[in-house]
């Protein structure tokens, strides 16, 4: 799905494959309340920064938690969609907001139906 996926450039055209690497709790690298879910694009680092207050609000919402697997997958999607509508793609860094990480969450989960049909995350 989102971990693994190829995406054109709305501007170039260039075909990106995007790969998931790794996801880091930020609070340890940034001093910064999220986490960062980082992706190899072409060679080159990009990282989705998703603030820690998306898991309470989604917890209190819905009584259910944002899982590794699912945030990577939520992250991934928010790239695809961000690459496909024009946003930069040499930034290096994309903070989103705690509804935009529930917007996306919740099309990862409308795509999937059940959270077992996520592809697991590979170890690295």
């Not at 009584?63 to 695809?80: E, N, S």
């Not at 690459?83 to 935009?100: A, F």
Request: glycine letters at 4%; hydrophobic letters at 40%; a negative charge.
């Amino acid at each position: 799905m989102y971990d693994d996926f190829h995406v054109t450039d709305r501007w170039t055209g260039e075909d990106l494959h995007c790969t998931w690497k790794a996801t880091v709790v930020a609070i340890s690298t940034r001093h910064a309340d999220a986490v960062d879910i980082g992706f190899n694009v072409n060679g080159r680092s990009i990282w989705i920064a998703m603030p820690t207050v998306a898991w309470v609000e989604q917890k209190r919402r819905t009584g259910k938690v944002i899982t590794d697997a699912l945030a990577a997958q939520t992250a991934g999607h928010y790239l695809k969609s961000a690459i496909e509508q024009g946003l930069d793609s040499t930034r290096e860094l994309y903070t989103i907001s705690v509804e935009e990480v529930l917007e996306h969450l919740n099309a990862v989960l409308e795509e999937v139906r059940e959270t077992h049909w996520l592809p697991s995350l590979p170890v690295i």
